[in-house]
């Protein structure tokens, strides 16, 4: 290699025609068809021949004559058929050289301008051959159609890439047409919907991000609102539904299965194993737009005692274990609660109607039967499949008007109330905390109060039924039986005695809370400070606590047990759907209550103080019990549990922001 040698070297995917204008070691100094000077490792080059330049002619004189032998070499690559070479040499399996490779393209006295042409020619085409700069192997039939394939796919993402961009351009000047949403066009929309919900981790990042850049659209800034401006979302889009691709609807075969059901005769005799306590004064207590009831309480006093049934919908009575039912049940994990929107575990004839406990209608139950001494200790118990029908339907709010004068609500609440001090007293945390209920009402309106968790209904029904969960949790271990058991380690710190923590101390408390573990043996909850507990009294909401309520079953033979292997494996598979809802709910939650502050700017709230990070403190607004930060300001020193005014500044629900300051 000396100075002049005209050589060649792939420069950003193109072969790039040079001089050599000095050469030192392997490195080499050249300069190109473009002007311009560049060094390189000799190793680099794709092409070099006998052609030289005077390096005494003139740089620009040296910069046309490499123009015009490029000129010339690209012309003669429309000489080369490669697909009919591979025909020809397809069968040959070896390398050819670019020589031998040559003669065939250019029989009659090939020159260094042919062989350019050649290397040019089949690194431009792959399709056929490998291309390894001076030698060329073909490619299999197999390993062609995959890359006409390849070839085929590039193109039609390329096309549209440019007509998409088109599109976007369009929809930004003009207002976007009734149903962007059809033919061509809903690929567009899909591919973008990918990039906002999936960023770099979606398959469509790609392709989203070259319509975007067709179109000029900065996809860090108002992305959504384009989005929501060609149709793909609405302005109140759920994202984390989307993200998660979670079903609002049932598939065909569940659909097809539940009409079998509901067409069939029902009967409830199980074969004599179920006990009528159809006779029972049974009522269901429940939030005022609850249709899907599945549990019911009843109270009798019997004179030195008291006899309380808690009755549970027997679900597994219908959906029965492995069925298509069952499948996308145990896929879905829970019924998801959101202020626009429920998603039910099981389709909705079943959840709010056949599996339902509906005043009037007789129901198959597993029933938890107590007696109790006025102090709340359990006497004896027995759970039974039974057969019940509810007297009365309740909400809290009846509940809580009746806790005065209706008998039966006044003794529920009695043992309630000394339940829940048996389990303070055996170590329970009692948290004191009020909910925010958040719904969006027939006109679009955005809906919140606060619950308090503590009232007579709630406190009522929420102690009943730790106890049902409780009780059932000793039924399964007296039988060996295991079960989906919960139990949590003691809190790593305690705030406060029994129930006299404050709103900060028992939020602060929940911090302290250590995580609660699954598993298929009982062990003690400390939480609760009970020495076994399940979840079972809601399985037409919950999978865990219908597979629970299958073992309870299992033990009187109107079911299949499962194993202490297959429980253990199904907290396994249900580990993050459960993670999923827990989010969702979460998240939309926070969304709507976002959503109904930003009407609220410049309103001024009480809020407490948490604690303080770097450059701010973290607060609660009480009224919502929402956190968020407060600029640390000059002079004002804060500490925990401080009440301070703050007045809401800017609220932005999509961006998951809220910024206040000290008013």
């Known amino acids: 290699m000396e100075s002049g040698n005209i050589v060649e070297f792939i420069d950003s995917q193109k072969i790039m025609c040079a001089v050599v204008l000095e050469v030192r070691d392997h490195r080499l100094k050249v300069l190109t068809e473009t002007n311009r000077e560049v060094n390189l490792s000799s190793s680099r080059l794709s092409h070099k ?25 690209k012309a003669l690559i429309n000489n080369i058929d490669i697909k009919e070479l591979w025909e020809v040499l397809g069968s040959e399996h070896e390398w050819i050289d670019l020589n031998t490779m040559t003669h065939f393209c250019f029989p009659e006295n090939p020159t260094g301008d042919h062989e350019s042409a050649v290397v040019r020619a089949f690194f431009n085409n792959r399709m056929y051959f490998k291309f390894d700069y001076d030698r060329f192997f073909p490619n299999s039939e197999e390993t062609v159609e995959q890359n006409d394939a390849r070839e085929k796919e ?10 998409a961009g088109k599109w976007v351009r369009n929809a930004i000047v003009n207002p976007p047409p009734a149903n962007p949403l059809v033919s061509e066009t809903r690929e567009f929309a899909e591919t973008l919907k990918s990039y906002y919900l999936f960023g770099k981790e979606g398959a469509s990042y790609e392709t989203g ?3 975007l850049e067709k179109a000029g659209v900065d996809p860090s800034d108002g992305l959504f609102k384009l989005l929501v401006r060609l ?79 808690v009755h549970i919908a027997d679900v597994a009575h219908f959906i029965k274990k492995g069925d ?26 079943l959840a709010e109607d056949l599996c339902s406990l509906k005043a009037g209608d007789l129901r198959p139950c597993i029933s938890i039967m107590a007696n109790l001494k006025p102090s709340a200790e359990i006497i004896d118990y027995e759970i039974v499949p039974s057969l019940i029908r509810v007297k009365h339907q309740m909400t809290y709010y009846d509940a809580n008007t009746a806790a005065d004068d209706n008998r039966e ?37 955005i809906a919140v109060n606060r619950i308090n968790r503590e009232s007579p209904g709630r406190m009522m029904v929420s102690e009943i039924m730790i106890m049902a969960n409780w009780l059932m949790a000793r039924f399964l271990a007296e039988n060996n039986t295991p079960g989906v058991f919960r139990s949590q380690p003691g809190p790593k ?15 602060m408390q929940r911090r302290l809370l250590s995580r609660f573990m699954l598993g298929s043996k009982p062990e003690r909850h400390s939480g609760l400070g009970l020495d076994c507990y399940v979840t079972a009294t809601s399985p037409i909401r919950k999978y865990y606590d219908l597979v629970t309520q299958r073992q309870i079953r299992a033990i009187h033979g109107l079911d299949t047990p ?52 770097r450059n701010c403190y973290q607060i609660l607004i009480s009224e919502y019990m929402i956190e968020c930060e407060l600029p640390s300001s000059n002079g004002i020193n804060l500490k925990p549990e401080d009440l301070i005014q703050v007045t809401i500044m800017h609220v932005n629900a999509r961006k998951d922001v809220i910024s206040v300051f000290m008013g």
Not at 577 to 593: A, E, F, H, T
């Open 231 to 309: 149709g793909v979302f609405n302005e109140n889009e759920n994202i984390e539904l989307q993200r998660l691709a979670i079903p609002v609807s049932f598939p065909e075969a569940v659909s097809n299965q539940v009409d079998e059901i509901l067409s069939a005769p029902v009967v409830f005799s199980s074969e004599n194993k179920r006990r009528d306590l159809s006779n029972l004064p049974v009522m269901t207590i429940d939030g005022q737009a609850t249709l899907d009831f599945d549990d019911a309480i009843s109270i009798e006093d019997r004179g030195g005692h008291y006899h309380l049934g």
């Open 324 to 349: 298509c039912i069952d499948r996308e049940a145990l896929s879905r994990g829970s019924s998801i609660y959101m202020p626009d929107l429920k998603i039910p575990m099981l389709p909705p004839s």
């Open 154 to 163: 590039a193109a039609r993402i390329n096309k549209l890439i440019d007509e």
């Open 49 to 73: 021949c006998k052609m030289h330049l005077d390096p005494s002619l003139s740089r620009i004189k040296m910069v046309d004559t490499l123009k015009e032998i490029s000129g010339r070499r």
């Open 562 to 613: 499962y194993l202490p292997e297959e429980i253990d494996n199904m907290i396994h598979l249900l580990d993050q759907p459960m993670s999923n809802v827990s989010g969702i709910q979460s998240k939309r939650s926070r969304y709507w209550l976002l959503k109904y502050l930003e009407s609220k700017t410049g309103r001024k709230e009480e809020a407490i103080v948490l604690g303080k990070r």
């Open 493 to 507: 710190d305690r705030l406060y005695k029994g129930e006299e923590g404050t709103l900060f101390q028992n939020y």
């Open 409 to 445: 609500i006044v003794l529920l609440c009695d043992l309630a109330r000394k339940f829940r001090q048996k389990r303070i007293d055996s170590g329970a945390v009692h948290l004191s905390l009020p909910d925010i209920n958040i719904w969006i009402d027939e006109n679009g309106g």
């Open 209 to 211: 991000k070259a319509i």
